[in-house]
């Protein structure tokens, strides 16, 4: 098979080109081995026929000799003016055959030219728990032709839900997202030319409170406003070729109608009996709807939205229905997840019902509830009646594993109740399996941790009134979530949040956006802010994407705002020592107190270490010299002040030494004998960890890279009190916040800080991919244009298996123990190389034509096949450089 383009965007060219910073990715595929891309054309265009007539008036890149497949830079024309882009490309491999054109891509404007309507809604009064009921707005329009094209640019302070012609336009929830909204709110644009109709025509939207003047957090509500409003321009060019806009203004009408509130926090009462049939479709008669009102101009940036969609992407039917004392019934879901339950009930008109979520039963079988503090996870209905009455909330979701039904008469049948699972959407990129059922269990909890948690933002937890970015969370968890689902957009919309939320000082925020610090500061007594493994975040999210994505921009974009973060923890420092900038500690570590300053001052090096690599990929290398220096610097006062000459470590927690290890803050004699302490430590422990969440990110790395593969298998493997198996072995379906959250060790958990969906402890799902099966990234060739393959095999494994699709297309590692050898299958993508670390002595090799000794990254190297001397190499070597396809290598393994 020639060489192919399989697929246009992982990096997402579509929203780029729209956010007006056009990059080109794309996927190759080849039959064969070590396959390679030496050229490529890139051709744009303002329509589809110029494109495919290969008459491209935007851009023609011509033949580039290049290799470069993953964000390539537009260079064409000024396509401001255009609505509507397209654009496809054609490859060489290495031996200058030529590809087919790829299939066509396109992107539209992400936003209006000029907005020209004003900001509306409608100012309501709070029912009697002080939450807002919702406005529902409308507007009939005439269109005197058929519809060529319409596109639709909508956002909201507050959330929305825009409908055409008696359908919703689209299924993106929780619309336009959260962002700071006193500095920006994120537009979208949809394509509605298939909605519309020559005649008359019904928008319609209803508004709900969101992040914007809902509850959020812990803090309270109105964090960045009081009333939810609305902006939507629709642009329509017709038959004619004439365009026609509606924009919202005082023409549009306005009533408050049936969600008497939805609120994300509070949960949702919806009357449905109260809602107007035919609403959202022409020809409504507007009985008691009012003119709508116009609010100030917004004072913030409108921009294209950044984020991936958030959706429903999958439908759950429960597994066990049981009754209460009090006949309400208790659907199991057999799985802890976040979103919500449609019903589909057979009603009578004026029923009333209600939808109870938790995460956890009580011994009794009703819903345990109090770990949810001051957020309320119910929906209340009253009945429009019907024999298939489908009822779901609006703007509100929930973390449960539980669904309690109460008020209805009818009979539960199997399609009744329908969990679906809410987050933003996103490819998912890796799969991983063993021969250890219990470990398959966890890395699956960790990946519903994921799915739980990443929504619009990554925040800590989906259930409590917290729900928030917390920074350190993300950054812990950051690179395991970039090997489970393609972070990347995800994650450049969160350092946009973060560096929105820095401080004028510099310090970076623990939570972002904001969770009502900065408006509630009179009364809160204390910010949050600048913790160490925290604010890190900033510069930690940076470094990763690269490595993941081989996303340089993202390291120009927030360039600044990392030095300044660094010039902060310099500043704030007491001769480099950290001071008390470790508020959290090593948070919810188990009788392991690591002390403040030991991980402020470990964490604020970390930071400087990635900063010096971050000023060398982009060049600047007088500050990549100040960072090393600094780097330098702060390592030899941390030795100085916190280690003494038998390597111990001040406080001597497993943390300490984990965080000394992985950030490589001690010199050799020292390094060696901290790993061994570290190794004593575990030991001190029954074999156990005690780690919190800034030490268990790396405690597994830690003992890997320093020879102690044995005791990281021991811990992955250990299912007693504190360890990753003991929530599994306690039915866990997600990742529990806390070691021992539900429990016969110590009775029920503190309730207030006992969330059973929270990822930092499942930052070991990095360790999955990078040793065991030793799918590892590369920083001279990052987003795996070149990776290092370098499984470890180990513990009570006897297989492990993983693929991972990266922007070059799908690694796979499958590794397997007979008698005394080890079968290691490797799988490279085309366009990318590798470089295989065999755990054992080769002791059978893929054909040597295939092979070249590895040295450094010589890329599509190779043995001449007559050349004995080489070959000898080859087959004493136990590192090879390999091409793209399928390799098998088979070791000795005791
Ligand atoms: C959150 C954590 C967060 C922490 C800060 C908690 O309430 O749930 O995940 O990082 O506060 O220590």
């Known amino acids: 098979m020639k060489i192919s383009v399989t697929k246009l965007e992982y990096n997402n060219c579509a929203w780029e080109c729209s956010a007006g910073h056009p990059r080109f990715s794309w996927v190759l595929e080849a039959e064969g081995q070590r396959q390679r891309q030496s050229a490529y054309r890139i051709l744009v265009a303002t329509s589809a026929a110029l494109l495919a007539q290969e008459e491209p008036d935007l851009w023609d890149s011509g033949k580039v000799e ?31 055959q030529e590809s087919a054109w790829s299939e066509a891509g396109s992107w539209f404007q992400g936003g209006p030219e000029s907005w020209q309507g004003r900001w509306i809604g409608r100012t309501a009064e709070p029912g009697a728990n002080g939450l807002l009921p919702s406005p529902y707005i409308r507007r009939e329009f005439i269109l005197g032709q058929s519809v060529k094209r319409a596109v639709i640019y909508a956002t909201a302070l507050g959330l929305y839900e825009l409908r055409l012609n008696g359908q919703r336009v689209t299924d993106a929830l929780f619309l336009p997202g959260w962002t700071d909204y006193n500095v920006r709110t994120q537009v979208q644009a949809f394509d509605v030319s298939g909605l519309l109709q020559a005649g008359e025509n019904a928008l319609g939207v209803i508004l709900g409170t969101g992040w914007y003047a809902g509850y959020v957090g812990m803090n309270g509500k109105n964090i960045y406003g009081d009333q939810p409003q609305l902006l939507v321009q629709l642009e329509v060019e017709l038959a004619d070729g004439t365009y026609e806009i509606l924009a919202t203004d005082e023409r549009w009408r306005t009533a408050i109608g049936p969600i008497h509130y939805s609120d994300l926090i509070k949960g949702e009462t919806f009357d449905a009996s109260a809602e107007w049939a035919g609403w959202d479709r022409p020809g409504f008669l507007e009985d008691g709807w009012q003119a709508a009102e116009l609010f100030p101009d917004y004072k913030g940036e409108l921009v294209v939205q950044a984020e991936p969609p958030i959706r429903v992407t999958e439908e759950r039917r429960s597994v066990k229905t049981t009754v209460t004392a ?16 449609r019903l589909n009930l057979a009603t009578e008109p004026g029923d009333e019902i209600t939808v ?35 009822l779901e909330p609006h703007f509100t979701f929930h973390g449960f594993r539980y669904i309690e039904l109460s008020g209805y008469r009818g009979e539960l049948t199997e399609d009744s109740v329908i969990g679906l699972v809410v987050h933003s959407d996103m490819q998912r990129t890796g799969s991983l399996e063993t021969s250890d059922p219990m470990v398959n269990r966890l890395f699956q909890n960790i990946v519903w941790g994921l799915r739980g948690n990443y929504l619009s933002v990554p925040t800590d937890c989906p259930q409590r009134d917290e729900r928030l970015g917390w920074t350190g969370d993300a950054q812990i968890f950051v ?13 450049h919309k969160y350092m946009i949040d973060i560096t929105d939320t820095q401080q004028p000082n510099g310090a970076f925020p623990d939570v972002a956006p904001d969770g009502g610090w900065l408006k509630f500061k009179e009364t809160i007594n204390w910010f949050a802010s600048h913790n160490a493994g925290w604010g890190d975040a900033g510069v930690v999210i940076p470094w990763t994407m690269y490595l993941a994505y081989g996303d340089r921009a993202i390291l120009e974009r927030h360039y600044d705002s990392m030095a300044a973060w660094i010039d902060y923890l310099k500043e704030e420092s007491d001769g480099l020592l950290g001071d008390d900038r470790a508020n959290y500690g090593d948070w919810l570590s188990i009788a392991a107190d690591t002390p403040k300053d030991v991980l402020a001052t470990a964490y604020f090096a970390y930071s400087t270490k990635l900063m010096a690599k971050i000023a060398g990929v982009l060049g600047k290398e007088a500050d990549q010299q ?31 030494y984990v965080l000394a290890l992985y950030f490589g803050l001690l010199d050799g004699e020292l390094h060696g004998k901290a790993a061994a302490r570290l190794k004593q430590r575990i030991a001190d422990n029954d074999g156990h960890l005690s780690t919190g969440f800034l030490g268990v990110g790396y405690l597994l790395p830690a003992l890997s890279d320093n020879g102690m593969q044995d005791i990281a298998y021991s811990l992955l493997h250990k299912d007693t009190f504190p360890s990753w198996l003991y929530s599994v072995k306690h039915g866990a379906t997600t990742i529990w916040e806390r070691w021992d959250g539900w429990t016969d060790h110590n009775g029920f958990q503190d309730p207030h800080m006992n969330s059973f969906n929270h990822y930092s402890l499942g930052s070991v799902g990095e360790w999955m991919f990078r040793y065991m099966l030793g799918i590892e990234a590369d920083e001279q060739q990052p987003g795996f244009k070149h990776a290092v393959i370098r499984p470890q095999p180990g513990g009570k494994l006897s297989h492990a298996r993983g693929t991972y699709d990266t922007p070059y ?48 990254n010589t890329a599509y190297g190779s043995v001449g096949a007559g050349e004995e001397q080489a070959a000898r190499s080859v087959e004493a070597s136990r590192s090879y450089d390999i091409g793209s396809g399928v390799y098998r290598f088979v070791c000795a393994w005791e």
């Open 809 to 856: 297309g799908r690694y796979a590692v499958r590794w397997e123990q007979r008698g005394g050898q080890l079968e290691l299958e490797v799988t490279v993508p085309v366009n990318a190389t590798a470089t295989v670390h065999l755990p054992g002595k080769a002791l059978k090799l893929p054909a040597l034509a295939e092979l070249a000794v590895a040295t450094g």
């Open 326 to 341: 009090d006949g309400a019934s208790v659907l199991d879901m057999g799985q802890n997840m976040v979103g919500w339950a």
């Open 479 to 491: 690179r395991t979530a970039s090997y489970i689902m393609n972070v990347s957009r995800f994650f």
């Open 626 to 656: 100040r960072y090393v220096q600094l780097f330098n610097e702060i390592a030899q006062a941390f030795t100085t002040a916190y280690v003494d000459a038998e390597g111990h470590i001040k406080g001597d927690t497993q943390t300490v």
């Open 356 to 390: 109870r979520y938790a995460e956890m039963l009580n011994e009794d079988g009703t819903l345990y509830t109090a770990n949810l503090r001051k957020a309320e996870q119910v929906n209340r209905y009253i009945a429009r009646g019907g024999e298939n009455e489908q």
């Open 66 to 96: 290049s290799e470069q497949s993953v964000f390539v830079p537009y260079a064409g024309a000024d396509y401001a003016s255009q609505r509507v882009c397209w654009w496809k490309v054609k490859v060489w491999d290495q031996d200058g």
